[in-house]
């Protein structure tokens, strides 16, 4: 397997935006676990996929199944140009992209509860991702 993530020969065109799918995975969820998968698939606008990566990931402390699906997540973006489509199957990855992620940031990285946001150096990553792309859509 190529842990290499090289995506120079997408071509990223707005009129015929790609379809990114991601999912990450953690096997022991409840406890964490050492371990854990990532993976995205690119297809083009006819449905082809034109690319696929796929990693393991290691923690220190365990990787949860949401680590593992926001780190997903991020490759993701880092493979998306303007205009592309990304999607999870996760909720939490795509309601804090879409919903949460603009009032985090206006709270100091504090949830609705006031406690500091989980996985918040994975978020910041992602709203970094997000400002450089304005034009991916997850």
């Known amino acids: 397997m190529n842990t290499q993530l090289q995506t120079t020969h997408l071509l990223h065109n707005a009129q015929h935006p790609l379809s990114i ?3 990450g995975s953690a096997p022991d969820n409840q406890h964490g676990c050492l371990q854990g998968g990532v993976g995205i698939a690119v297809y083009d606008a006819l449905g082809q996929c ?3 990566y796929s990693s393991s990931v290691r923690r220190t402390g365990g990787v949860t199944s949401q680590r593992a699906e926001l780190l997903a997540l991020i490759i ?3 493979v998306a140009g303007e205009g592309d489509n990304v999607f999870s199957d996760s909720q ?3 309601r804090g992209f879409n919903e ?3 009032s985090w940031k206006r ?6 509860s006031k406690k500091p946001v989980a996985n918040q150096d994975l978020w910041m990553l992602i709203d970094e991702l997000k400002a450089i792309r304005p034009r991916v859509s997850v």
Not at 107 to 112: C, K
């Open 92 to 94: 939490y990855c795509v």
């Open 21 to 23: 799918y991601c999912d």
């Open 107 to 112: 709270n100091a990285w504090r949830n609705s």
């Open 76 to 78: 993701a973006l880092l």
């Open 100 to 102: 949460w992620l603009d």
């Open 50 to 52: 034109v690319y696929e």
